[in-house]
């Protein structure tokens, strides 16, 4: 599916749902800001641009917009690959006593209900949660939406080759609620596709 032009409206709705610990809460003092692993640098903050030239090397067009306000720094990257649309949202930027860079990491999608699909929608949401690790389905009958979000908080440190995996996590689960617990329930009039965000 597309994500259209009521992606970026319906953001901050699925962020305030996606993410219950404040900015203050994720932020932690640590000494050690990066360290060396076997493995690579492990990161205890990430800028846009790392995270879009980890977008781009694993296939997806990424675009980077700060929508923060007042100067402050929060950044939604919209990414894309084969119709399947999805944003990651950098939040918790630049918390005093930390290192320059966000915290956390948002993972989000959304889908339109097909009509009338809401009590059964409900129950495929209830059961993905209790079933799934990874992930979090909400749902907005007013809008008539389904939001899929995954949230990260990178300050104890995390590779870049971690964060690439939870973004393949995050689409293949993406897939999995669309097309098995969601199947029939979406709206996929003119997506052009059977996963992804919804306009």
């Keep these: 599916?597309?994500?259209?032009?009521?992606?970026?409206?319906?953001?901050?709705?699925?962020?305030?749902?996606?993410?219950?610990?404040?900015?203050?809460?994720?932020?932690?003092?640590q000494s050690g800001r990066m360290g060396a692993t076997q493995s690579g640098t492990l990161y205890t903050s990430v800028e846009p641009a790392l995270i879009q030239d980890m977008l781009e090397e694993l296939g997806?067009?990424?675009?980077?917009?700060?929508?923060?306000?007042?100067?402050s720094r929060e950044f939604v990257i919209m990414a894309e690959q084969d119709g399947f649309i999805f944003l990651v949202n950098l939040r918790a930027c630049d918390i005093p006593d930390n290192p320059r860079g966000c915290l956390g990491i948002n993972f989000f999608t959304t889908w339109d209900l097909r009509r009338g699909s809401a009590r059964d929608a409900e129950e495929a949401a209830a059961a993905y949660n209790a079933d799934q690790p990874f992930g979090k389905v909400t749902l907005d009958t007013a809008e008539n939406a389904?939001?899929?979000?995954?949230?990260?908080?990178?300050?104890?440190?995390?590779?870049?080759?971690?964060?690439?995996?939870?973004?393949?996590?995050?689409?293949?689960?993406?897939?999995?609620?669309a097309e098995e617990y969601m199947d029939g329930l979406l709206d996929q009039e003119g997506t052009g596709g059977s996963q992804g965000g919804k306009s």
Excluded: K
């Design 146 to 177: 389904v939001y899929f979000t995954h949230y990260m908080i990178v300050d104890g440190g995390i590779s870049r080759d971690n964060i690439a995996e939870y973004t393949t996590l995050f689409v293949a689960a993406s897939s999995i609620l």
């Design 1 to 29: 599916m597309r994500v259209g032009s009521r992606t970026l409206s319906t953001l901050a709705f699925a962020l305030a749902c996606a993410a219950t610990v404040s900015p203050w809460q994720v932020a932690s003092a």
């Design 60 to 71: 997806f067009s990424a675009s980077v917009q700060n929508i923060g306000e007042r100067g």
